[in-house]
Protein backbone atom coordinates (compact mmCIF):
# COMPACT_ATOMS: atom_id res chain seq x y z
CA UNK A 1 0.00 0.00 0.00
CA UNK A 2 1.24 3.43 -0.60
CA UNK A 3 -0.03 5.16 2.42
CA UNK A 4 2.99 4.20 5.21
CA UNK A 5 0.65 3.35 8.39
CA UNK A 6 2.55 5.46 11.33
CA UNK A 7 0.81 5.29 14.57
CA UNK A 8 0.37 8.51 16.86
CA UNK A 9 0.61 7.89 20.13
CA UNK A 10 -1.32 10.14 21.81
CA UNK A 11 -0.33 8.88 24.86
CA UNK A 12 3.06 9.62 24.70
CA UNK A 13 4.92 13.19 24.69
CA UNK A 14 4.60 14.03 20.79
CA UNK A 15 8.33 12.78 19.82
CA UNK A 16 7.87 11.67 16.90
CA UNK A 17 11.42 10.81 16.45
CA UNK A 18 11.53 7.86 18.94
CA UNK A 19 11.83 4.22 17.97
CA UNK A 20 9.25 2.13 17.41
CA UNK A 21 7.31 1.16 20.89
CA UNK A 22 4.97 -1.67 21.75
CA UNK A 23 1.90 0.38 21.57
CA UNK A 24 2.78 1.58 17.89
CA UNK A 25 3.88 -1.54 16.41
CA UNK A 26 0.39 -3.03 18.11
CA UNK A 27 -1.99 0.32 16.74
CA UNK A 28 -0.11 -0.66 13.06
CA UNK A 29 -0.61 -3.97 13.01
CA UNK A 30 -4.20 -3.71 14.03
CA UNK A 31 -5.05 -0.65 11.17
CA UNK A 32 -2.87 -3.53 8.63
CA UNK A 33 -5.24 -5.87 9.24
CA UNK A 34 -8.54 -4.05 9.04
CA UNK A 35 -6.97 -2.97 5.88
CA UNK A 36 -5.74 -6.42 4.41
CA UNK A 37 -9.78 -7.56 5.84
CA UNK A 38 -10.85 -4.83 3.45
CA UNK A 39 -9.30 -5.49 0.55
CA UNK A 40 -10.16 -9.25 0.66
CA UNK A 41 -13.69 -8.56 1.76
CA UNK A 42 -13.80 -6.09 -1.13
CA UNK A 43 -12.86 -8.81 -3.64
CA UNK A 44 -15.17 -10.98 -2.55
CA UNK A 45 -17.55 -8.97 -3.10
CA UNK A 46 -17.03 -8.08 -6.56
CA UNK A 47 -16.90 -11.90 -7.62
CA UNK A 48 -20.74 -12.43 -6.95
CA UNK A 49 -21.06 -14.89 -4.17
CA UNK A 50 -24.06 -16.96 -5.32
CA UNK A 51 -25.87 -16.91 -1.95
CA UNK A 52 -27.84 -14.03 -0.26
CA UNK A 53 -26.23 -14.97 3.12
CA UNK A 54 -22.83 -15.20 1.50
CA UNK A 55 -23.34 -11.16 0.07
CA UNK A 56 -24.93 -9.94 2.98
CA UNK A 57 -22.45 -11.65 5.50
CA UNK A 58 -19.69 -9.38 3.03
CA UNK A 59 -21.42 -6.32 3.12
CA UNK A 60 -22.02 -6.24 6.93
CA UNK A 61 -18.23 -6.94 7.11
CA UNK A 62 -17.31 -3.92 4.58
CA UNK A 63 -19.61 -1.51 6.58
CA UNK A 64 -18.06 -2.20 9.84
CA UNK A 65 -14.45 -2.04 8.54
CA UNK A 66 -15.69 1.46 6.71
CA UNK A 67 -17.11 2.35 10.22
CA UNK A 68 -13.43 1.04 11.97
CA UNK A 69 -12.05 3.27 9.62
CA UNK A 70 -13.98 6.46 10.54
CA UNK A 71 -13.65 6.12 13.93
CA UNK A 72 -12.27 7.64 16.97
CA UNK A 73 -10.03 4.36 17.56
CA UNK A 74 -8.96 4.34 14.18
CA UNK A 75 -7.53 8.31 14.27
CA UNK A 76 -5.98 7.53 17.47
CA UNK A 77 -4.21 4.84 16.34
CA UNK A 78 -2.67 6.31 12.91
CA UNK A 79 -2.24 9.53 11.44
CA UNK A 80 -4.21 8.83 7.95
CA UNK A 81 -7.46 10.50 6.27
CA UNK A 82 -10.13 7.76 6.44
CA UNK A 83 -11.35 8.90 2.99
CA UNK A 84 -7.53 8.47 1.23
CA UNK A 85 -7.21 4.93 2.88
CA UNK A 86 -10.54 3.42 1.93
CA UNK A 87 -9.73 5.33 -1.61
CA UNK A 88 -6.19 3.16 -1.67
CA UNK A 89 -7.67 -0.22 -0.67
CA UNK A 90 -9.96 -0.08 -3.50
CA UNK A 91 -7.84 0.96 -5.48
CA UNK A 92 -5.20 -1.53 -4.58
CA UNK A 93 -7.47 -4.29 -4.22
CA UNK A 94 -8.49 -3.81 -7.85
CA UNK A 95 -4.86 -3.67 -9.07
CA UNK A 96 -4.87 -7.23 -7.42
CA UNK A 97 -7.80 -8.36 -8.83
CA UNK A 98 -6.47 -7.49 -11.82
CA UNK A 99 -3.46 -9.60 -11.29
CA UNK A 100 -5.04 -12.45 -9.96
CA UNK A 101 -7.16 -12.77 -13.20
CA UNK A 102 -4.49 -12.26 -15.51
CA UNK A 103 -2.11 -15.08 -13.62
CA UNK A 104 -5.64 -16.87 -13.95
CA UNK A 105 -5.61 -16.69 -17.53
CA UNK A 106 -2.29 -17.16 -18.23
CA UNK A 107 -2.43 -20.80 -16.52
CA UNK A 108 -5.92 -21.45 -18.66
CA UNK A 109 -4.06 -20.56 -21.45
CA UNK A 110 -0.61 -22.76 -20.77
CA UNK A 111 -2.43 -25.83 -20.01
CA UNK A 112 -5.13 -24.90 -23.55
CA UNK A 113 -1.76 -25.07 -25.57
CA UNK A 114 -0.67 -27.87 -23.63
CA UNK A 115 -3.48 -30.00 -24.14
CA UNK A 116 -3.19 -28.80 -28.29
CA UNK A 117 -0.11 -30.15 -28.32
CA UNK A 118 -0.80 -33.33 -26.67
CA UNK A 119 -3.50 -33.93 -28.78
CA UNK A 120 -1.59 -33.15 -31.96
CA UNK A 121 1.20 -35.68 -30.63
CA UNK A 122 -1.60 -38.44 -30.49
CA UNK A 123 -2.83 -37.44 -33.85
CA UNK A 124 0.93 -37.91 -35.31
CA UNK A 125 1.25 -41.29 -33.01
CA UNK A 126 -1.71 -42.49 -34.97
CA UNK A 127 -0.90 -41.62 -38.16
CA UNK A 128 2.15 -43.50 -37.71
CA UNK A 129 0.48 -46.19 -36.40
CA UNK A 130 -1.77 -46.70 -39.10
CA UNK A 131 0.75 -45.83 -41.91
CA UNK A 132 2.63 -49.40 -40.25
CA UNK A 133 -0.31 -50.86 -40.35
CA UNK A 134 -0.60 -51.08 -44.47
Known amino acids: ?????????????????SPSTPYQDLATAIVTLAVKDYKKTLRAMWKNPASAATR????????ELEEFFYSGACGMYCNIDPD???QNCRRTAIEDEKKAIAKKNKARIR???KQQKQ???Q???QS???GLCK
Open 1 to 17: MDLAIKASQPWSEGNSS
Open 56 to 63: KRLTEAKI
Open 84 to 86: KLI
Open 111 to 113: KER
Open 119 to 121: QKQ
Open 123 to 125: KQQ
Open 128 to 130: DIG
